[in-house]
C-alpha cells in the first residue's frame, strides 16, 4: 500500500503543480495588466498636468495681448490728438506769406487765364521717311 499512498501522494502533487503553474500565468498577466493600467493612468495624468500648464500660458498671453491693445488704442488715440494739434498749430497766413515772398508763388486770384482761339484746327501730318 505505501506504494500506491506514495504514487498518490505524487500524482497529487503533480496535480498541486500543474495548478500552480496555471495559476502563475493568470496572476502574471493580471500583474502585467495592473501594471499597464497604473502606467497609463499615470501617462494620462502627466498629459492633464501638461495641458493645464498650457492653458495657464496660453490664458497669460492672452492677458498679455488684451493689455497690448488697450495700450495701442491709447497710443492711436494720443497720436490722432498730437496730428490735430499740430495742424493746429501751423499758420496758414504766414504759410502764404513764406510761399509769395520766398519762393514766388501767387494766388489763383492773380492768375490770368489766356485763351488762346484758332481758327484752323491743328493737324499732325505723317510724313513717310525712307531709312
Known amino acids: 500500500m505505501k506504494t500506491t499512498d506514495?504514487?498518490?501522494?505524487?500524482?497529487r502533487k503533480n496535480k498541486a503543480e500543474r495548478e500552480k503553474r496555471r495559476a502563475?500565468?493568470?496572476k502574471t498577466r493580471k500583474a502585467f495588466t495592473v501594471a499597464l493600467l497604473l502606467a497609463l493612468a499615470l501617462a494620462a495624468a502627466a498629459?492633464?498636468?501638461e495641458?493645464?500648464?498650457c492653458r495657464v500660458a496660453l490664458t497669460e498671453q492672452n492677458d498679455l495681448n488684451?493689455?497690448?491693445g488697450a495700450e495701442l488704442d491709447e497710443l492711436n488715440e494720443e497720436n490722432r490728438h498730437l496730428a490735430i494739434?499740430?495742424?493746429q498749430m501751423i499758420d496758414l497766413g504766414e504759410l502764404?506769406?513764406?510761399?509769395?515772398?520766398?519762393?514766388?508763388m501767387c494766388t489763383t486770384a492773380q492768375k490770368q487765364t489766356e485763351i488762346i482761339k484758332t481758327d484752323t484746327q491743328d493737324k499732325a501730318q505723317i510724313v513717310k521717311q525712307d531709312g
Open 6 to 11: 506514495a504514487a498518490y501522494e505524487y500524482s
Open 24 to 26: 502563475s500565468p493568470k
Open 47 to 49: 498629459l492633464s498636468v
Open 51 to 53: 495641458l493645464l500648464m
Open 66 to 68: 488684451v493689455k497690448l
Open 85 to 87: 494739434e499740430y495742424e
Open 96 to 104: 502764404e506769406e513764406y510761399a509769395k515772398n520766398e519762393l514766388g
